[in-house]
Nanobody, 123 residues
Framework: QVQLVESGGGLVQAGGSLRLSCAFS????????MGWFRQAPGKERGFVST???????YYADSVKGRFTISRDNAKNMVYLQMNSLKPEDTAVYYC?????????????????WGQGTQVTVSS
């Protein structure tokens, strides 16, 4: 069974940076695409970024140029570097995984989810 554990959330001022981490365990990490999603209060969970097993990346338009997703297949880790944070980035951020070699920004295409980590950006 795949387990995902996020860390790195917190409170930061607008314009600041945070780095989220997600630890993967239970299966062969390199066989899984990984994604980051977020859910703000009163809103549906939405796509942030995804990275394939080979390192191919995609981003939501709202974070393109500010966020960078990466993975370390040797450490079974995926990261989300978030720069130039805005108050509208405030949300619970979730790490997700699915055993697929294709790309997807659809949360229903991810079978495994972490518990989430809170990111709060103050103005």
């Amino acid at each position: 069974q795949v387990q995902l554990v996020e860390s790195g959330g917190g409170l930061v001022q607008a314009g600041g940076s945070l780095r989220l981490s997600c630890a993967f365990s239970g299966r062969t990490f390199s066989n899984y695409r990984m994604g980051w999603f977020r859910q703000a209060p009163g809103k549906e969970r939405g796509f942030v970024s995804t990275i394939s097993w080979s390192g191919r990346t995609y981003y939501a338009d709202s974070v393109k140029g500010r966020f960078t997703i990466s993975r370390d297949n040797a450490k079974n880790m995926v990261y989300l570097q978030m720069n130039s944070l805005k108050p509208e980035d405030t949300a619970v951020y979730y790490c997700a995984a699915d055993q697929s070699f294709s790309d997807s920004d659809d949360g229903t295409q991810y079978a495994y989810w972490g518990q989430g980590t809170q990111v709060t950006v103050s103005s």
